[in-house]
């Protein structure tokens, strides 16, 4: 698998806090476990809690696995590049791919499916965009040139 992975940003001596993280991985299921991992990794010296990291996985994973499924209609010849800054207990996140644009231009407001039925009968899919406004800050979509921009920021620790 070919990905790049830039090294952290040098932190200030005087905040322990910051550091950046810029991945560029194939845009197909395993290297999105991997970039998964590499990102988990690259990040490991900020003290997230538990829940913060399940919340950051979640997060990416959604929207990595929606860029391969949807915007490359599961092709193997696209790249996704994810950038993640952190610094004052917030994870500001940026990805970008040069898949086909969201539907409409805008992100999807509600859940696909109805979920007025009975447990056994609810669907399996169409959760993601729901999971991701709810755990993501300040989401935003464009379409620049040929490329979706997707940003949104996690807030950790106190400034949750």
């Known amino acids: 698998m070919h990905h790049e ?3 952290k940003i040098p932190k200030p001596a005087t905040d322990k806090e910051e550091a950046a993280l810029r991945l560029v991985i194939p845009a197909n299921e395993e290297a999105v476990r991997e970039g998964l991992s590499t990102i988990k990794s690259g990040l490991s010296d900020l003290e997230f809690s538990q829940d913060e990291w399940s919340t950051l996985e979640l997060v990416v994973a959604e929207v990595l696995n929606n860029i391969v499924v949807h915007a490359y209609q599961e092709r193997n010849d696209g790249m996704i590049e994810t950038y993640m800054d952190h610094s004052n207990g917030s994870l500001l996140c940026k ?25 056994e009968d609810l669907p399996e899919g169409g959760f993601g965009w729901f999971l991701i406004r709810q755990l993501a800050k300040d989401l935003n979509y464009g379409r620049m040139e040929d490329q979706n921009v997707l940003t949104f920021r996690l807030k950790f620790g106190e400034a949750s």
């Open 95 to 119: 990805i970008i791919d040069t898949g086909n644009p969201m539907p409409g231009g805008e992100l999807p407001n509600k859940p696909q499916s109805d979920l007025t039925c009975a447990t």
């Open 5 to 7: 992975k830039f090294p």
